[in-house]
């Protein structure tokens, strides 16, 4: 199989400069949400909580906000990468250019990883205003992030391939990955919901995600790492086919 | 001839609950030359552009670009081949220079700021370099297209009605930008509905009407054997009948006997020639006449010709 580095290059780079553009707006929004976040949850209700699995209240939720932003973010960005130029028309150049899918997802899926470990970083930063923390698996951490990342921008991107207008485009963040993650154990552990509620949260695929990060933070997790592993690359790689699919066909791309 | 570098064979395309935009068309594009298709809107120009770029997916038929079949090989064939296309489709955040060097990356070349520098300047871009795209006009961002199409030197390049909505200046600025291509070996594809600009432009024209191809040819062989002279000749006295001397001449009378129409000729001088000769038969014969307006058919009356057959026989 062909594979052309320049061209992924110049689609990673045009990415990140695009992020970069709007800089400002990509920076400040996640830092002034997860403020919000902690100083509710995290200070005012977070005193008043038993900390949870032997970690505090404040400490314990990071996790579960850190992917709340990420899946949020990530999701949108790539969707917007792509949609934008269908819409404006811009993509006839990555149509004409000899460039595949391979290239394609390298410079988008790479980008957004990137941009995932920037947000990460300046979550987490912002979190240590508010509250102290030890990262357990530091490694993992980054690698799950970024793995995420990768997976729900593949997510975004084959939303903004399917969407024929902006409603639909925020419609799916928003009524489908806003809710999940909050139902994910974000603020809580699943595990510690009364039955049935326990199991049906973990139908849920979202608390997987969150639970794994949360291990790699702090070493508990509702579910053991290995499945939130595999299920997010399994996820990934479900994203890719149907991409590919979607580039071989020509579907939404192509008259 | 040497080998075509664009072969296109049966290629038919059939938009989804659409019309047939293309119907079985043939076409030969040679190595060099300033080809220009020449339809009216909605004939199917910019589908067939689509098809070669790889924007529209054919329905049926061949494409063969660099002796690349465009099914497998695309990769290699896209490599060679540039679009600017119909739309002005630019990001309009970006700035000029961050387009063009988004597109050298794209088509897989190596980082060039030398031949950018180049590009821009030969496009009066260059003071525009750091600019964003949205601050410039229409035709300042037409070039910006132009720019990206040429980052990764096609040799092939496809202008899709280059000069539409452009003003009479700019688009005797865009011929030039054209011949200035095509003196640097770059073979181009061009629509227009200008017919002017095919006339002014082109090696060769192909006519295409509701996704047919009607005619191709070398522009000049067109006008040769469908172009006409016409003469109209307003005679000082009227004549009952055309006079014996005349008669090889084929010009007939109306008008009441006043006036004498010539029609024939090959659009490429002959039919001057026997007006000259019509002219001082009538003086020989002591014809007076009081004026003698020529008229070259021009490719507009060949195509506005063609496509009223076409829509007779509809
Ligand atoms: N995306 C499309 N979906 C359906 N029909 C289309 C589409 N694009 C073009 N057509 C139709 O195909 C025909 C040819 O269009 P086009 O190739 O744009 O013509 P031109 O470029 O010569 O003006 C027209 O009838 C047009 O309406
Ligand atoms: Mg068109």
Redesign the interface.
């Known amino acids: 199989m062909?594979f052309?580095p320049?061209?992924a290059?110049?689609?990673y780079?045009?990415e990140m400069?695009r992020a970069f553009?709007t800089a400002f707006q990509s920076i400040l929004s996640p830092v002034l949400t997860t403020s919000l976040y902690f100083v509710v949850f995290g200070s005012v209700i977070g005193a008043r909580m038993e900390p949870v699995g032997g970690v505090p209240y404040g400490a314990f939720i990071i996790p579960g906000l850190l992917m709340l932003t990420l899946l949020g973010e990530t999701t949108s960005n790539a969707s917007f990468g792509i949609y934008m130029p269908r819409f404006?028309?811009?993509i006839?150049?990555?149509?004409?250019?000899?460039?595949?899918v391979a290239e394609t997802l390298a410079g988008f899926v790479g980008a957004a990883a990137t941009k995932g470990l920037i947000l990460a970083a300046i979550i987490l930063g912002t979190a240590r205003l508010f509250v102290d923390y030890e990262i357990a698996h530091p490694l993992l951490a980054a690698v799950y992030i970024m793995l995420v990342a990768a997976s729900f921008a593949l997510f975004g991107f084959i939303l903004g391939i399917w969407a024929d207008s902006f409603e639909k485009l925020g419609i799916i963040p928003m009524l489908i990955l806003t809710p999940l993650t909050f139902l994910g154990g974000t603020f809580y552990s699943v595990r510690d919901l009364p039955a049935p509620w326990d199991a049906i949260a973990l139908a849920n695929p979202i608390a997987f995600l969150v639970s794994g990060l949360r291990y790699s933070f702090y070493g508990v997790a509702d579910v053991p790492i290995a499945v939130s592993l595999w299920l997010t690359l399994g996820f990934l790689g479900v994203c890719t086919i149907i991409i590919a699919v979607i580039f071989r066909t020509?579907w939404r791309l192509?008259? | 001839m040497s080998e075509p570098i664009l072969s296109i064979r049966g290629l038919t395309k059939t938009y989804a609950n659409g019309p047939r935009a293309l119907d079985n068309v043939d076409l030969d594009i040679r190595a060099g030359e300033i080809f220009a298709l020449l339809g009216p809107n909605g004939a199917g120009k910019t589908t067939l552009i689509g098809a070669v770029c790889g924007l529209v997916r054919p329905t049926g038929g061949t494409i063969t670009a660099f002796g690349h079949d465009l099914a497998r090989d695309w990769r290699a064939a896209r490599a060679r081949i540039g679009l600017v296309p119909q739309e002005l489709a630019t990001d309009m955040f970006e700035t000029v220079w961050r387009a063009v060097s988004y597109s050298q990356g794209l088509f897989g070349k190596p980082r060039n700021p030398a031949r950018i520098e180049e590009i821009l300047r030969s496009l009066s871009l260059w003071d525009k370099k750091d600019a964003q795209i949205r601050a410039l006009s229409g035709g300042m961002k037409r070039r910006v297209l132009i720019a990206k199409a040429l980052a990764h030197e096609p040799e092939l390049l496809f202008l899709d009605e280059p000069t539409a909505g452009v003003d009479v200046e700019l688009r005797k600025d865009m011929w030039e930008q054209i011949a200035a291509l095509k003196q640097r070996g770059v073979t181009i594809i061009l629509t227009t509905h200008y017919i002017e600009e095919a006339e002014e432009m082109a090696d060769r024209v192909g006519i295409i009407q509701r996704g047919r191809i009607r005619m191709v040819d070398e522009k000049r062989a067109m006008m040769e054997r469908l172009g006409t002279t016409e003469a109209v000749i307003e005679l000082a006295a009227p004549l009952a009948a055309v006079p014996e001397a005349l008669a090889g001449f084929g010009a007939v009378l109306s008008e009441g006997g006043t006036r004498l129409t010539y029609r024939g000729g090959n659009g490429q001088g002959r039919g001057r020639a026997e007006v000259a000769q019509l002219a001082q038969a009538l003086t020989r014969a002591g014809i007076g006449f009081t004026s003698l307006d020529i008229h070259d058919s021009s490719l507009e009356d060949i195509f506005v010709g063609l496509l009223g057959q076409e829509q007779e026989a509809a």
Do not use: F, K
């Open positions: 062909h052309s320049r061209s290059l110049a689609i780079q045009r400069a553009r404006t028309g811009t006839y150049e990555l149509l004409s250019a000899p460039v595949g020509g192509r008259e």
